[in-house]
């Protein structure tokens, strides 16, 4: 007979950033499995996927959010039950790295907890050779700052897109005393 079934953990991740660094594609790529080849401004979107991690079943709950500018105000979406944040930047577009650090001062007011699990990411990894404006040492000195997780991607290439989530749930359920660190918090690279 089979055991009863293991109800799956819910968990609502939300993903910030200025416009056009790639959130809609990072979470497309993530969800539905392919990158968008029209870019589509985005109001906002909640999407929804089944995820194992560490063995165990996940209802991931991701809010794509509009892109913020400098003065934009903080989504009232993003304010509340809140797992963690994904801060999204591209590595060839300076100006989407330094309003990151503007983002998280208003996570941090917002949200008004010493701890909040975040993963900051750089995407665009594709156009390092072309066009990189972001040192991935600039991305790391910056997560360590935030006691963050970083990671680089490519929504396009497919490159540590689902590195992204397992960062973030390792951040959420480490943060909840859910399971142990297994090293020293550092940053981790792709
Ligand atoms: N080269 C490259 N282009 C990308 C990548 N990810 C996204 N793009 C492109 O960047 C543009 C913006 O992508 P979106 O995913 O719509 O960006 P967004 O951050 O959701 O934008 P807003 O909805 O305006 O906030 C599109 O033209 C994408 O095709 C990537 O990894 N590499």
Known sequence: MPGPE??????K????????VGKSSLTLRFVQGHFPDAYDTTIEDLHTKLFKFQGKPYDLQVIDTAGQQEYSLFPRSCALDVHGYILVYAIDDRKTFEIIQT???KIMENVGETSVPLVLVGNKLDLQHSSRSVSTEE????????????IETSAKDNTAVQTIFEHMLYEIESAAGNIQPTK????RVM
Do not use: S, V
């Open 6 to 11: 293991t109800a799956a953990i819910q968990r």
């Open 13 to 20: 991740i939300a993903l910030m950033g200025y416009p056009c």
């Open 103 to 105: 983002i998280h001062d």
């Open 139 to 150: 991305g790391k000195k910056l997560a360590n700052a935030w006691k963050a997780a970083f």
């Open 184 to 187: 020293k918090k550092e940053c």
